[in-house]
């Protein structure tokens, strides 16, 4: 998602709390000619992303947009689940979102111009077995953004989702384990899952376009949306 932005003449600036994945990320960017500066961030820190977003404005310049693209997974049934994994997951799904765009907001508004953009999940629109805390937090997620965005609109700030389906990412790979993707394409009647109608998983980059366009001058007149991107998994809800 940096990459696509940064080739498209965006100056991005990613943030992350691990410092070895932010510098091997800017390290990639730089090798492909792209404008990406890395900066640790702890986007659950109040005071934290305070200091950073202040910083980002005073060394890079106005903040025109913000990507809300962090997340967590944690998988198990509802009665057996623990606080500490449903903490966790709010706190980065939901929190860390909220904490951001306060703080952007807080920035753009005088200037009346700005979008923002949060990745939450289909999952945020049907129920999954073994995903209460993963998609109640995106839907959390969804409802906030859209929320926001009915407040800026006064701003001309732009707030819309992303709701990816099944993507191949790392976070997949270690929800499936040696699982293929086939039974994400085929469905699962046993768990009152459907499949894939277009037949594949998502590659990130499919996500990532779908993000670069929300942020876009051709996104100009969309505003508290919700872009499914899942190849037809949730029927159209």
């Known amino acids: 998602m940096v990459t696509t932005l940064a080739r498209r003449h965006e100056r991005v600036v990613a943030v992350d709390i691990d410092e070895v994945a932010i510098k091997q ?11 990406v ?11 934290a ?3 950073g977003v202040s910083d980002i404005e005073s060394r890079v310049g106005p903040i025109t947009a913000l990507v809300n693209g962090a997340g967590v ?12 994994d449903w903490a966790r997951t709010f706190d980065v799904n939901v929190r860390a979102p909220f904490v951001l765009s306060r703080e952007v907001a807080r920035h ?3 200037r009346r111009a700005g979008s923002v953009v949060t990745v939450a999940s289909n999952a945020a629109l049907v129920a999954r077995k073994g995903m209460t805390a993963y998609a109640a937090s995106k839907a959390a997620a969804n409802a906030f953004t859209k929320s926001l965005g009915l407040e ?12 990816p389906g099944s993507t191949d990412t790392p976070m997949l790979r270690a929800m499936l384990g040696d699982s293929s993707d086939a039974g994400l394409v085929a469905g699962s009647l046993g768990d009152y899952k459907p499949g ?23 996104a100009a007149h969309i505003t508290m949306h919700t872009l499914v991107v899942d190849g037809g998994a949730t029927l159209g809800v």
Do not use: K
């Open 37 to 47: 500066i890395g900066q640790i961030l702890d986007i659950t820190d109040d005071t």
């Open 108 to 110: 753009m508004i005088p």
């Open 196 to 218: 894939i109608p277009l037949g594949r998983v998502a590659q990130p980059q499919h996500i990532a376009d779908a993000v670069a366009f929300l942020l876009s001058d051709q």
């Open 152 to 163: 800026l609109a006064e701003y001309g700030i732009r707030c819309n989702v992303v709701a």
């Open 49 to 51: 992303v305070a200091v």
């Open 73 to 84: 997974l944690r998988t198990g049934a509802a009665v057996e689940f623990s606080d500490a």
């Open 25 to 35: 990320l800017v390290e990639y960017a730089a090798d492909e000619g792209l404008d």
